[in-house]
């Protein structure tokens, strides 16, 4: 059974369109991350959720809203695509917030 | 100045070699740290968590230096399935922050 997964795991879009990523983990975390890798392979950290409440929100673009239904699913959403957004994004968990994280597969994100 | 520095190499180095990774982080306040593997086009995956009384793994060894700030990975007899990327990542207490990531390949 996959412990975190993500859908889409390929997402080729046009600039200017609004696009999801889904996020779902079974390991009964409470914590989870959307994290991006950019071409230079930085990794770098954009939200964080711990039982359905954002407690981390880094410097992101308003055009990116999390969303947590449940502490189970955490879903990225992207409005008004740009160049720029291109990526992989990585959803994670974890249990406590400070233990190891659990990472998807990543969603490898290609706005053109 | 970034929270986690890391060489990001690339380290090419022979089957059966020792190599060491070194990584520098900016917050004394820093409370927990770990070394992480990313394969090529994969997720990062937990290597070893890093204690203070320094820790081994089989051929993998880790150290912690909170008066320098600074934590070191050792792979001794490296093998070729070694090759990826190695993360180094400390915890604030209520946030992650990873290095850029040192990129090993190992040569036959």
């Known amino acids: 059974d996959t412990a975190v997964s993500q859908t889409p795991k390929y997402l080729v879009t046009q600039m200017g369109n609004d696009k999801s990523i889904k996020c779902e983990q079974n390991l009964g975390h409470d914590t989870m991350y959307w994290y991006k890798q950019d071409s230079k392979k930085f990794l770098k950290i954009m939200f964080s959720y711990n039982n359905k409440e954002l407690i981390i929100n880094e410097t992101v673009p308003n055009r990116f809203s999390p969303k947590s239904p449940d502490k189970a699913h955490l879903n990225l959403h992207i409005n008004s695509l740009e160049l720029g957004d291109s990526a992989v994004y990585f959803c994670?968990?974890?249990?406590?917030?400070?233990?190891?994280?659990?990472f998807g597969p990543g969603t490898r994100l290609t706005v053109t | 100045r970034k929270e986690v520095e890391q060489d990001p190499g690339p380290f090419n180095v022979p089957e059966g070699a020792t190599v060491a990774f070194n990584c520098t982080y900016s917050?004394?306040?820093?409370?927990?740290f770990f070394w992480y593997r990313q394969d090529c086009r994969k997720e990062p995956k937990l290597l070893m968590s890093v204690y203070s009384s320094g820790n081994e793994d089989g051929r993998f060894t880790a150290q912690l230096n909170r008066a320098s700030q600074y934590i070191s990975l050792l792979i001794r007899d490296s093998k070729l399935s070694d090759s990826a990327t190695y993360l180094c990542?400390?915890?604030?207490?209520?946030?992650?922050?990873f290095g850029t990531g040192t990129s090993l390949t190992v040569i036959p």
């Open positions: 917050n004394s306040a820093s409370q927990s």
């Open positions: 994670a968990s974890s249990q406590p917030s400070d233990s190891e994280q659990y």
């Open positions: 990542v400390v915890n604030t207490g209520n946030q992650f922050y």
